[in-house]
């Protein structure tokens, strides 16, 4: 185990030994905030006796799937804005523009469209995080520098050679960075639709709980979104050290 990872575990452990003791003492309401013994207690419960296994799968599925389908939009539509002075110049204050409106308000329309599914679900995220992905994956290659590009011209390197030796390499840690916020912004709008719509998953999880008044079941299922968030980022990494070292 690396220094900072165990950092990281000797300062959550604290966190959690004083937010114990804070619930305990009732300096914190019960209310507001369950013991973390309670949640993790719980959090074993719903394992045994809750649907907390599927809910975890559907949820961690429907970010993948929209994810996928972002970067498969994302990565062609930002490189053809990248290529194109004429397209970079037309649209991209539109997708900039795109990037900061709520499009999870759209989700009345996806229904309509797809009805109580999690196609609906997926769709809505796809859309949300393809925008960040465009974005970052134009910013990638406008920032490969031009003396690379040079290089390659100097050994007579072929187009499908530049981009795949130069190009590429050069823009991959922006493209992963995009990829990264396309993730967050499709687990964003997976939860927040399940939570909103009740088409399962941990975002309904989460609001079950909720009305049930089960304070610590429902920080459980907010807790198995945060394994969701580690997981995918984890991947992400994973397949950028992957990548770098072919």
Known sequence: MSKHTLTGLVLVALFVALLELLVATEVISRFLVARPSDIFAELLIMLREESLPAAF???FASTFVATAIAAGIGFPVGYALHRSELLGQAYGTFVAGLFS??????YPLFLVLFGRTVVTTVAIAALTASIPVIISTKQAFDGVKSVFLKVGTSFSMSRPQVFLKIMLPSALPTLFTGLRLGLI?????????????????LGFLVG???DRFNIAGMYAAI???????VLFFDLTERAERWLRYL
């Not at 409106?101 to 759209?106: E, N, Y």
Request: glycine content about 8%.
């Open 223 to 229: 807790l198995a979104v945060v394994v969701v968030s």
């Open 101 to 106: 409106a709520p499009l999870i308000l759209l």
């Open 185 to 201: 912004y499709a687990m964003i709008c997976v939860v927040a639709v399940e939570y909103l719509v009740n088409l399962g998953g």
């Open 57 to 59: 799968g559907i949820t």
């Open 208 to 210: 079950e709980m909720y």
